[in-house]
């Protein structure tokens, strides 16, 4: 949640890196009366956008409604693209992703969290994505395939080999997540020739002791969140350091997917 001063000073400046090729409101794909298309922060639709991660993401993650807005005043919001899925006959916006694609590491939400030269030097175009939300009403599958295809626009757009970003965890418990990423260790899913560490305030000392403490039971049956598990699902890695987020009441877990490892069911259904 927290950004760095840095990262508040780039604000003014980002517009001179990232092309923008794509318009706002341009509409990328439809299906009955749903489409995706691309929205700007400085567009009076993305109020809309807001408005549904305030109320997804404060139930998803436990924060009243008397509390502060963790989720405006973003400086993220003004370079990404956001991709929004809208109901025609409402003009409602019912899901939506945030993305940034440029490889300026102070312009990455992830980089407040983690320490991602090793990502940065990676070959290839990179796409972050990040404050995924369907509204409860929507949660079929036409409307993440359509935010996939419009990521899909993005990716060719852009020539990006990487899509990566943060998969939560609700709550600050360590060791349910300790038994994750054990979990995936077992599973060789786990990114071991990269080094991805969490910055100093959100970092869990001695989370790797939790990792291999031998009491772990269960290991084939831990609870993966939805969207990590889709991830998953398409050949992304997880880095096994992982992050405290406190001021979201959550712990993030870095996702980064090869697009050249796609599984080739991924691809088909969210790709082609």
Known sequence: MNSSTAVLANVA???EFFPRPI???????KVGDLRVKIIRSDSFEFEKIRQLRDTVFR??????????????????????YHLAVEDTKNHR?????RAICHDDESSFYSATEFHL???????????ELSRACIDPEYRSGTVISLLWRGISELVKEH????????????????????????HLQLKDQL???LVITPQKDFKIENFENLVEDPSHEDL?????????????SAGALIAPNVAIDRGFNCIDLFTLLNLEKVTPIFSRRFLS
């Open 220 to 232: 084939e049956n831990v609870e993966i969140p939805s969207l990590l598990r889709s991830y998953l």
């Open 23 to 29: 318009e706002s409101s341009e509409i990328l794909y």
């Open 117 to 127: 030269n090793d990502i940065l030097n990676l070959k290839g175009g990179k796409i």
């Open 159 to 182: 020539n990006a080999k990487w899509l990566f970003g943060l998969g939560s965890i609700k709550g600050l418990d360590p060791l349910p997540v300790a038994k994750i990423i054990k």
């Open 13 to 15: 400046i980002a517009e």
């Open 191 to 193: 990114i071991n020739d």
């Open 93 to 97: 916006i019912v899901g939506t992703y």
């Open 59 to 80: 139930d998803a993650y436990g924060i009243s409604n008397s509390s502060a807005d963790p989720f405006s005043n973003d400086p993220f919001d003004t370079w990404a």
